[in-house]
């Protein structure tokens, strides 16, 4: 295996002095590799989900030669379906692992993914979409299996709730046409708690910002008819919000209303080609304030959309055009590609990560997690059958011959936003105790994805990832600056002694 570090912490008081001055003065963009890594064994292994846990991440994904071969080294027998999950440290480092079979109906598709279930136990949930069977596993932190449920149809969709359980919704399916958009509710032990029919098929859910959630619809009856529905927490669904021809993929609900996005090859004004990135801003009544296609003459697929401070949003998807809105890329082979546009659509910047090798094989990425202040972790899939190039720096082709396609992780931080420091958090409702401290604080209130420790000279002494206890008895006494990122990228920032 072979590693990147390129990643390091400067002084953060000269940081934010300089960028200060020279902010104004950046044009393009700089997404630098922190460090990446690749897993797999033999046969083509497929990275699906990634998630964020203390100090490191979990990835799981599709594995098709069950021998243990290469990395792979918690044995299946299923020559159909077959899941490994993996957990890596905060540079890539490969954990521990484990791994499920099923028989040889079930026929293992795409979409596998992992959340974190909003418990006290570090224990998270594992969704395996399948042809018309839905496994929903939850995990304890060891990967032990606490309970297993199939709830057909009802689970392409998975929202952890905020008491513990989950959200599951589903669509018609690919057989079974009768249970139409279910929405099912289930408590931390697996029960059914209420269901609900939205009566057209559920494509995304997303938590809404008074407790209750969001629901993206499509109408069963006519093409390209679209919907966000409004669900209370007791599964009555209380607004119905028109999107027209807006497929809503991703829903970001925002302050004045929701940005919606999708893939879309049915072309539009100012349509690139191929399959576009299409964003829509709304209000709050669904009406639409601008429309956007994003790409080139190719294939230009979204992956996942993150909101910024400054109003702007970054884009994470992979392309194989070389033309429209790419300016930096050379052939047509497939590169991840990320790109910032302003609160109005317009593209402030972009770029492509690949390499000009062997492109062709890396499919797509599959998912990707905000880790911190305009930082971001990515997981998809990779071949090379040569050594590392351009930005590629691992390969499993020395290690294990014939390797096919492997797990791809990389950690990135967008450097022209986080020249940005994005305004702190007020400190209503949010706590740092005890302080003075002699060891462990505590932050109450909030729930951070990374912290920061920084000392008197304003250099990082500590981070920590997905937790509210910070450990300070290993740090000398003195005056300590606890900086808590939260998933939206906002900051909540205060000082702490320790004794």
């Known amino acids: 295996m072979k590693y990147n570090f390129t990643h390091s912490r400067p002084n953060f008081g000269i940081v934010m002095a300089i960028v200060a001055m020279l902010s104004p003065v950046f044009s393009f963009a700089q997404v630098r590799i922190d460090w990446q890594n690749c897993y797999g064994g033999e046969g083509d292994d497929y990275a699906r989900s990634i998630l964020p846990i203390n100090e490191g991440y979990l990835v799981c994904g599709g594995v098709s030669i069950p021998q243990n071969t290469g990395m792979i080294s918690c044995g299946m027998v299923s020559n159909e379906a077959n899941i490994w999950l993996i957990r890596i440290d905060n540079q890539g480092v490969l954990q521990d692992q484990q791994c499920w079979s099923w028989d040889e109906d079930f026929h293992l598709k795409e979409s596998i993914s992992l959340e974190r279930a909003k418990t006290d136990n570090n224990e998270f949930y594992m969704n395996a979409h399948t042809f018309g ?82 629901v993206g619809s499509i109408s069963n009856e006519i093409l390209n008819d679209y919907y966000i529905l409004k669900v209370n927490q007791n599964g009555v669904i209380v607004d119905s919000i028109s999107l027209g021809a807006a497929y809503p993929r991703i829903i970001l609900e925002l302050e004045d209303g929701f940005l919606v996005a999708t893939n879309t090859g049915y072309g539009g004004e100012n349509a690139h ?78 770029r492509n990560i690949g390499s000009p090798v062997h492109d062709e094989w890396m499919d797509h990425i599959n998912s990707v997690k905000r880790t911190g202040e305009y930082k971001y972790v990515i997981a998809g899939r990779m071949f090379w059958e040569e ?53 462990v604080v505590h932050i109450q209130g909030i729930e951070p994805v990374e912290v920061l420790v920084y000392d008197a000279l304003g250099q990082c002494a500590k981070t920590c990832h997905g937790t509210n206890e910070i450990p300070l008895g290993d740090l000398p006494k003195g005056m300590y600056l606890i900086k808590a990122v939260l998933e939206d990228g906002k900051v909540y920032m205060d000082k702490v002694v320790k004794e």
Request: aromatic share 10%; with cysteine; glycine share 14%.
């Open 387 to 439: 050594m590392p190039s351009g930005d590629v720096n691992c390969s499993n082709s020395v290690e294990i011959p014939n390797s096919g396609k492997n797990y791809w992780v990389l950690h990135v931080t967008d450097t022209i936003n986080s020249a940005g420091v994005p305004e702190p958090l007020p400190q209503v409702g949010a706590q740092v105790f005890p302080n003075p401290t002699k060891d």
């Open 133 to 214: 069977e839905i496994t929903i596993l939850k995990l304890d932190e060891n990967f032990n299996e606490i309970w297993r449920l199939t709830p057909g149809y009802d689970g392409t969709q998975m929202l952890p709730t905020d008491d513990g359980g989950l959200l599951l919704g589903g669509s018609y399916g690919m057989i079974n046409k009768e249970e139409v958009g279910i929405l099912h509710k289930i408590d931390g032990e697996g029960n059914t708690e209420w269901k609900v029919s939205t009566g057209m098929s559920v494509v995304k859910l997303i938590q809404a910002k008074d407790g209750g959630f969001w």
């Open 273 to 350: 080609g191929g399959y576009d990135i299409l964003i829509s801003r709304t209000d709050e009544e669904g009406n639409t304030l601008w429309n956007r296609y994003y790409g080139g003459t190719s294939h230009d697929m979204l992956c996942n959309i993150f909101s910024n401070t400054n109003g702007g949003f970054t884009i994470f998807g992979y392309t194989n055009s070389n033309d429209g809105d790419l300016h930096n890329k050379d052939g047509n082979d497939y590169d991840i590609w990320v790109f910032h546009v302003n609160a109005s659509g317009e593209m402030n910047w972009e």
